[in-house]
């Protein structure tokens, strides 16, 4: 599945993500920013746009409210942040931590999550187009009521996830591994599978296959 690529100025000065707090309003953008360390902190409603962030923390960060467009994170860490009330399109996420985000009644169109550790992340009742979850980990993961289209999870582990009341027909799940996932025949049906899967899925139905 192609989605669409951050949109990005081919040069970007160096700055830093404490910059924020000399705007006005919360915002940064047309920054390459490296090792930052933002922990602990609470800033709502920012926005982020046309950025590179690399090597930096965010851990148990309020977030709250954020608009996120154009933006490639790559080896930083989230984990235990607020992001919920997001709005994240034409993000790319590489090789980032994000243990236990909270993404809930967000967003989301044209992301990548790459080589991303995302157990525990809480999506519940999210809105998401065009999302590709490749070779990351999202043991435990919530994605409760959410409204999900053209969404590909390639190689991923996806062992105690949670589709509770979440449609998954077109979703791909066929290269991705699991011992047992949250969810109904009918938020199942029309769910893109592989022949072992089915197989797992009929023996969590109950069904005796000989």
Do not use: W
């Not at 080589?115 to 809480?122: V, Y």
């Not at 009918?186 to 009929?202: K, M, N, P, W, Y």
């Amino acid at each position: 599945m192609k989605i669409d690529k951050p949109k990005l100025p081919r040069e970007l000065p160096l700055g830093k993500f404490q910059d924020i707090y000399s705007e006005e309003d919360p915002h940064l953008h047309g920054l390459e920013v490296e090792k930052s360390f933002f922990d602990h902190e609470t800033i709502d409603r920012v926005q982020l746009y046309g950025m590179v962030i690399k090597n930096s923390t965010f851990q148990h960060t309020q977030f709250r409210h954020i608009d996120i467009t154009d933006v490639h994170f790559e080896n930083c860490d989230l984990s235990n942040a607020n992001l919920s009330n997001a709005s994240i399109h034409r993000v790319t996420f590489s090789n980032c931590k994000l243990l236990g985000v909270q993404l809930a009644e967000s967003r989301f169109g044209n992301v990548l999550f790459d080589h991303c550790f995302l157990s525990m992340c809480n999506f519940g009742e999210s809105k998401m187009e065009k999302l590709h979850f490749k070779d990351s980990n999202l043991t435990h993961a919530d994605f409760y009521h959410c409204a999900m289209k053209k969404t590909l999870y390639e190689r991923c582990d996806l062992d105690g996830v949670s589709f509770d009341r979440t449609a998954l027909k077109g979703i791909d799940i066929s290269s991705s591994d699991f011992q047992s996932l949250t969810v109904s025949p009918d938020e199942l049906r029309g769910c893109i599978v592989s022949e072992r899967q089915a197989l797992t899925f009929a023996a969590m139905l109950g069904l005796d296959i000989k």
